[in-house]
DNA sequence: GCCGTTGTAACAACTATGGTTACGATGAGG
DNA sequence: CCTCATCGTAACCATAGTTGTTACAACGGC
């Protein structure tokens, strides 16, 4: 699979505006976080609207338009965003149905789902364990 | 991203030659496997190649050629054959290096790899909890 | 009405996976 | 030493997901 990068993106994009409004500005435009994370800024507004979605961001249109936090950001961990971004499952199992007439291929699916479901279930459990307030507080540290 | 099935292919012809040799064969062809996967027999023999490299299977060529275990199937955890077919890394930071001269886009980066370490150890304690001859336990279990 | 910004569609580029065909290499058995 | 089933591998295509890009309508405070 191509490498994933869209909770690394959204987690920089929210981040990003609760240290902007922080300092005390309302709103921040899609191009000003583009910029910080070096891409197009129809990326950064189609990550937001899913985010949006999800009831992590917000946003205001017209003129003085621009996003903003939904909820603080001590209040998201990344589990919220990952998420929000409806990832595709981690591991999959067959693409076409294995022969039934086969134990192995009859009874494989069950087995290997049980499986599956224990480690998306340890994986966010991980993830739930950081909140973005967390992860700036990592980044004014190191700064 | 498209779903990752290669560790469900894998786990299921390593189980497919464990129980087959069980039976009182000494080789599985690709092709036999192939039938119970539902599958081409190169697709078989490629990911049976990786994992002949990862000391999980070998192969015999020439007449009476075909495929067998290097380990039993209670010597092989789900986390030995993740790591054999090498994938790519669950999440990844950005494609483009993101603006060094902004306090997030600067930091932001260590702090999500500290993060995406602890998840894929999680991710790969989880797998480690299986072995292969668990797996086959759960299939004769429900046939 | 003006103008900056969001919202969204459309398209191209790139990558990973999976399926298929083709063919040389191998090596036990005759 | 020939045969033949099978491995080993290259080449190619289809599909799908992600990312980047352009374009443009919708919005709404001024």
Not at 18 to 35: K, M, N, P
Not at 43 to 48: A, C, D, E, F, M
Not at 63 to 82: E, N, P, S
């Amino acid at each position: 699979m191509s490498a994933n990068s869209r909770l690394t993106i959204a987690a920089h994009a929210l981040t990003w505006i609760g240290l902007y409004q922080r300092r005390g500005h309302e709103v921040a435009s899609s191009e000003q976080i583009a910029t910080s994370v070096n891409t197009n800024p129809v990326v950064i507004r189609r990550l937001l609207g899913e985010l949006r979605k999800a009831g992590l961001a917000d946003s205001r249109r017209g003129a003085g338009a621009g996003w903003m936090l939904a909820r603080d950001l001590a209040a998201i961990t990344l589990l919220d965003v990952y998420q929000a971004i409806e990832p595709g499952p981690v591991f999959a199992l067959h693409r076409a149905t294995p022969d039934p007439e086969c134990v192995v291929g009859h009874g494989i699916g069950p087995a290997m789902t049980a499986v599956y479901e224990d480690v998306e279930a340890a994986l966010c459990r991980e993830l739930a364990k950081t909140t973005l307030e967390d992860v700036l507080r990592d980044i004014l540290k190191a700064a």
